[in-house]
């Protein structure tokens, strides 16, 4: 019987590599992964070559939505090489880490009930976004306070392991991060260092706390002797999580040796200052090792010190790294939860009589697997802890999700490098410089096979004169700047995005177990030749068509449950009725949340329709302008069962609703529901009438809403009376058009209207030739009798904002004109800001025809007299004729 | 004969050269005088193991000059580029100096530059005497580079007309140099490599063929990231010119360089660097080599003119100088920026009503 552990860098392709040359050697009979145990059932999936890494396992409590944990694997993660190896050779494999029935647990009730409080609190109201935050997989890394700062591990954990030590500071800071809460969690814990650090990094964003616990850390780190440590220390304590950390490396470690806890220190602090981003303390020890070696990659650094040392076992020295960083470090909350559960597993392997187990972990728990605990204290330990019930599954993953910079505390710089570095056969620079000539000339980069020579040899120059043994990232983004894309940065950075990070998406079989929703998805995506991808794509659909009408309403549906795969590009509302563009994206996290939306029914038909009835009918009822936008989606998205009942709650709402300004609001999108109706073939009579009765209501009240108005507010007024004036228009219900005008009519003779108002309504009803007094109007409205505030304020409203009626109306001109020459000094003063801001909005032209015409008013009229009626006819036929199949032909041509 | 104006920089460094090459002992490519390594210490500055201090001749990111320095040690040409005055001569002399010591193989392109500057001339009273010989042909220094396995330099390639430009073509790729006239030809020695500057800003000018482009590897030299970085370079020239002329160091330098590259660096970005104004650009390029010529006028002017001390009424003539090239538009901007940024900072009033007087 034997053990061996074997410390791994996760997503570390140099480690993957080592790992499976170990594994081939050693050929365990057993082989003990890092990992939540409730995925064990899932393991035999791995072997199915629809799966396609990147991957995720993906743990969620089906009873309570929110709580959600990724484990990614990519194709060079050697959790994902150990796994492949133990199902080709046909031995068992498991994950040994901790329950995540334990780790999404709510916390235990002994520990800090005035967060426990506060936690349901947010709870109640930020299930979504701490699922979210999970998604945005801050998820990773396991927290070291999370439970024991009273943080139900509603946030995201990650990938227990990442980062170890590291990793612990991660998940805490995801938990915190999303909650807010947290503080507490660092007073209690016994070893204040290490929980410190997890709550103070999470909340990164500069508590108060972060900054003290991390002076220390910097400080400690300082130390003498470890030049490279104490420089990440100080560069670490930029990011606020970092602080913590370092706090954690001086308080927590007992200073053994000055070597050792600038170590440490330095250790938190440098993981903290990653990428600076949320991942506050990146969990990452060997990039701390790699770090002080004067490494910015620990992947490079891995190589060079660790694999090009020949046959030598890394994962020895590994350990004895590891097992000096951890000198005198005693694990406690989760970490030591999680090593204890680790080390059972161990002993329930060897119990049942394995004789080469292989255990694989995450370097930083190496020494702490190794270490001879008695299996009562471990026992002792895992006594007792809160538990969910927890549901597991792989889901596809994505290499941009692998970035640190998506927030993924474990996450690397380059997955495209590292995919690259795992799966080159050999000459791993020429191949990649030749992929990255490639990708610029698809992109129209003229690079030819000289260049890349001449890359290559910048590259290999280059690491020579840095000392490397071979080129890595950085010599080979140097040759591109520098030979590829001559010095340009532009077509850098799209290597950066293409090759460096990559698009690429995983795969998971049919077999994997997924909601009935899934199922229904996948189903669909085939019926509909959709197919899921990390890159943005367009898609223009032609509504007349069935395939793209079904395509339009499937993401419409989804949309409803908050799945935003598509995102209408462009205008949303086109001219065309029957064209609509989409930009599709896929990112990991919608799978959480159609497990979630799983709860609202089986298919994604019912999903939606059920979420809109309840959104249509809860407790609280939506207001009028969000209930027609509900109507609007149900039409768009096709779900005619959800109709009616979005219909009644509207028809409720407007009829209760007094603010006829609402009513107006909510009139144009369900107008435009109707005629989407017609291309999308959805029945439209509830929505016609409740049109119906919005137009009735609208019109009744207008007079009471427009009445006493001050300037905003007619202002407003206008803005809404102008859009339903055009609905109606477009609508061309004659029986609404007669009713609006009607009432239009009957509210501009209204002495007590706006003036603003009472021109705009005349103007409308001009144009809709209701109005035949024209003049007569308007030399009311400029007669002395009423006060020249109100006279400019009606030519504002009549004119809007276009002169043209001026320039061809000289009958109007002149009464305009005489009305300003007649003015007096005083009252002329007091109207002209107004017309001037008038006639501001004019456009140049218009201004230069109206100050032409102004400056000789009395020319005589141009008559239509001499015109050659015969000359003009094929003219105004061929008009008609162009005009007549859009229907856009006037009914009654002269 | 007196003293030179300006000694090459393997004059100027002698000594810092001699203790590189004597204590380093890394492998030198052919022809190198200096390991790659050692060059590129000499250019960035550092301590050597005998204590002895190299000055920092580029200030700057290091991968540049390493992309530089590794350029030229697989014998590419390189290629560096910037807008003017971001020390693309300044590297590439210091480049050659320390790699051939000798960086006065150099092509000054103009755009006037012959085709003999690149290739060799003959001396036509030999010519008629005797003939075509070896003794009637004129090198030119890139033909003498390639004979002695030395950095050639030629200045704002861009400049060069595009016929001329192509005659470098055949000496980069085949680096031969075929002399028909004598049915001979110049193989380049080992460690023969071309250092071209070009200009991005007035690109176009004659731009380079893609044939000629692809020989080189191309380094973009950037204004300088940060304030600092620039006080930095300006007061280091500054110093290193005041010796040259003998100019004794004017007390308050310092601030008064700081507040010539503050304003350099305002109306090259066209904000401030609080970040809250913006402000218009004017039309000249307000380098560091600019900003360091007007303090360098200033210092002359405040020894022989003004009591020795560094005033803001010694660099405002200067500066008034650099930022207005165009009389019109230039002036408006510069009066703008005087008006709105430089009158509302406390501490600037001196150089406000300075400015202000000169530009009256």
């Known amino acids: 019987m034997s053990v061996e552990v074997y410390g791994i860098r996760h997503h570390g392709p140099g480690s993957a590599r080592a790992l499976a040359r170990a594994l081939a050697a050693r050929r365990p009979d057993i082989v003990l992964i890092e990992g939540p145990p409730e995925a064990d059932p899932l393991l035999p999936l791995a072997a199915d070559p629809a799966l396609v890494p990147p991957i995720a396992l993906l743990a969620h409590t089906p009873d309570t939505p929110g709580p959600a944990a990724f484990w990614p694997f990519a194709a060079f993660s050697p959790e994902w090489t150990a796994l492949r190896h133990a199902l080709a050779s046909g031995v068992p494999a498991r994950f040994i880490d901790l329950p995540a029935a334990h780790t999404l647990a709510p916390n235990p009730p002994d520990t800090a009930p005035q967060t426990t409080t506060t936690e349901e609190d947010a709870d109640g109201t930020s299930t979504r976004r701490a699922s979210d935050a999970a998604t945005r997989a801050a998820a990773t890394g396991d927290d070291a306070s999370s439970s024991e700062s009273a943080e139900p591990a509603r946030a995201q954990r990650g990938r227990p392991g990442v980062g170890e030590s590291g990793a612990h500071g991660v998940g805490g800071s995801g938990a915190q991060g999303v909650r807010g809460s947290g503080a507490p969690g660092v007073g209690e814990s016994g070893a204040p260092g290490v929980r410190g650090s997890g709550a103070h990094g999470v909340r990164g964003s500069g508590a108060p706390g972060v900054g003290e616990s991390g002076a220390p850390g910097v400080r400690g780190s300082g130390a003498p002797g470890v030049r490279g440590s104490g420089a990440h220390g100080v560069r670490g304590s930029g990011a606020p999580g970092v602080g913590g950390n370092g706090a954690h490396g001086v308080g927590g470690r007992g200073a053994p040796g000055v070597g050792g806890s600038g170590v440490q220190g330095g250790w938190v602090g440098s993981a903290g200052s990653g990428e600076g981003g949320m991942e506050g303390v990146l969990g990452d020890p060997l990039g701390v090792l790699a770090r002080a070696a004067g490494y910015e990659d620990a992947e490079r650094w891995w190589d060079d010190v660790i694999e090009m040392r020949g046959e030598e076992d890394p994962f020895a020295a590994v350990a004895e790294a590891m097992g000096a960083l951890r000198e005198g470090y005693a694990a406690s909350g989760r970490e030591e939860r999680r090593e204890a559960w680790m080390r059972q597993a161990i002993r329930k392997a060897v119990r049942e009589g394995y004789e080469r187990v292989a255990v694989v972990c995450g370097a930083w728990h190496v020494p702490a697997l190794r270490e001879k605990v008695p299996a009562s204290s471990d026992a002792a330990v895992l006594r007792g802890l809160p538990k969910v019930k927890v549901a597991v599954t792989w889901v596809p993953w994505t290499y941009g999700r692998l970035t640190r910079a998506s927030g993924y505390g474990a996450g690397v710089a380059s997955p495209g490098w590292y995919d690259h570095l795992f799966t080159a056969p050999d000459r791993p620079v020429e191949r990649w410089l030749t992929a990255t000539a490639r990708v610029l000339r698809e992109e129209g980069v003229p690079v030819s096979s000289g260049h890349v020579i001449e890359a290559v040899r910048l590259a290999e120059a280059l690491a020579v004169l840095r000392g490397r043994p071979l080129p890595g990232l950085d010599e080979l983004t140097e040759a591109t700047r520098a030979v590829l894309c001559e010095g340009a940065d532009l077509p850098v950075a799209l290597v950066q995005r293409r090759l460096v990070v990559g698009e690429r998406m995983g795969a998971v079989p049919e077999s994997t177990p997924m909601v009935p929703l899934q199922h229904d998805l996948r189903a669909a995506q085939r019926r509909l030749r959709l197919k899921p991808a990390a890159e943005k794509k367009d898609h223009t659909l032609d509504l007349r068509k069935p395939l793209d009408l079904d395509r339009s309403r499937l993401l419409h549906r989804l949309r409803v449950l908050d799945v935003e795969w598509g995102s209408p590009a462009g205008a949303e509302r086109g001219k065309g009725t029957f064209k609509e563009t989409w930009t599709l994206l896929w990112h990991p996290e919608f799978d959480v949340r159609l497990i979630e939306a799983g709860a609202w029914g089986t298919t994604v038909e019912e999903a939606a329709r059920a979420r809109v009835v309840a959104a249509a009918t809860a407790t609280k009822p939506p207001d009028l302008p969000e209930l027609t936008a509900l109507a609007e989606r149900c039409l768009l998205a096709d779900l005619p069962a959800a109709l009616p009942v979005v219909m009644r709650a509207l028809a409720d709402r407007a009829a209760a609703d007094r603010d006829t300004t609402r009513l107006m609001a909510a009139l144009p999108p369900l107008a435009r529901s109707l005629r989407y109706g017609d291309v999308r073939g959805t029945p439209v009579a509830p929505l016609r009438a409740v049109v119906d009765g919005l137009v009735v209501r609208i019109c009744l009240g207008l007079p009471g809403a427009a009445s006493t108005l001050d300037d905003d507010a007619a202002r407003a007024l206008l803005a809404l009376v102008d859009t339903v004036h055009e609905t109606l228009a477009l609508l061309d219900v004659p029986e609404h058009t007669d009713r609006w005008l009607a009432s239009l009519s009957a509210l501009a003779d209204s002495p007590s209207l706006h003036g603003l108002l009472a021109g705009r309504l005349t103007r409308l009803l001009l144009d809709a030739g209701r109005v035949t007094d024209l003049p007569a109007r308007m030399s009311r409205t400029v007669s002395v009798g009423t006060p020249p505030e109100r006279a400019a304020a009606w030519i504002e409203g009549f004119l809007s904002d276009s002169a043209l009626i001026l320039i061809h109306d000289d009958a109007l001109l002149s009464l305009l004109d005489s009305w300003l020459g007649a003015l007096p000094p005083s009252s002329f003063e007091a109207a002209l800001p107004l017309l001037r801001r008038t006639f501001a909005r004019f456009a140049a032209p218009e201004r230069r025809a109206l100050a032409t015409r102004a400056r000789r008013p009395a020319t005589a009229p141009a008559s239509d007299d001499d015109l050659d009626l015969a000359r003009a006819a094929p003219a105004v036929a061929t008009v008609l004729s162009l005009l007549a199949p859009s229907g856009i032909a006037p009914k009654e041509p002269r | ?360």
Not at chain 2, 326 to 350: A, F, K, M, N
Request: hydrophobic share 40%; charged share 25%.
């Open chain 2, 1 to 360: 004969m007196g003293e030179v104006l300006r000694p090459h920089a393997e004059q100027e460094y002698a000594a810092e050269l001699g203790r590189l090459a004597e204590l380093d002992d890394r492998p030198r490519p052919p022809g190198w005088k200096l390991s790659p390594w050692a060059v590129t210490e000499y250019l960035l500055g550092g301590e050597l193991s005998d204590g002895t201090v190299i000055t920092p001749k580029y200030i700057g990111p290091r991968r540049l000059i390493e992309v530089a320095v590794a350029t030229l040690a697989t014998d590419r040409a390189l290629l560096l580029l910037g807008v003017p005055g971001t020390a693309k001569t300044w590297v590439s002399e210091h480049l050659a100096a320390a790699i051939s010591g000798d960086s006065t193989l150099l092509v000054q392109g103009t755009a006037g530059t012959p085709e003999e500057a690149v290739r060799y001339g003959w001396n036509y009273a030999r010519l008629l005497a005797e003939g075509p010989s070896p003794q009637a042909l004129v090198e030119s220094p890139v033909m003498r580079a390639m004979r002695r396995g030395a950095v050639a330099r030629v200045e704002e390639l861009t400049r060069v007309p595009s016929d001329v430009q192509d005659a470098l073509i055949t000496v980069l790729s085949e680096k031969t140099l075929p002399v028909p006239e004598l049915n001979t030809e110049v193989q380049a020695v080992r460690g023969f490599t071309v250092i071209a500057t070009a200009n991005d800003r007035d690109r176009g000018v004659n731009e380079l063929s893609s044939a000629l482009r692809r020989r080189f590897n191309t380094v973009v030299l950037p204004v300088p990231a940060s304030a600092d970085d620039e006080v930095e370079i300006v007061s280091q020239r500054v110093a290193q010119l005041g010796r040259a002329l003998e100019l004794p160091e004017p007390t308050t330098g310092l601030a008064e360089i700081r507040r010539v590259v503050t304003v350099f660096r305002e109306l090259r970005a066209g904000l401030t660097e609080d970040g809250r104004t913006k402000v218009k650009t004017p039309s000249g390029t307000l380098s560091t080599a600019e900003a360091i010529s007007v303090i360098t006028g200033g210092i002359a002017l405040a020894t022989h003119f003004g009591d020795g001390v560094l005033h803001p009424a010694d660099v405002a003539g200067g500066i008034h100088g650099a930022v207005v090239q165009d009389p019109v538009s230039d002036r408006v901007i510069w009066q703008e920026y005087l008006e709105t940024v430089v009158r509302e900072r406390p501490d600037w009033g001196d150089f406000y009503r300075a400015c202000r007087e000169v530009s009256a």
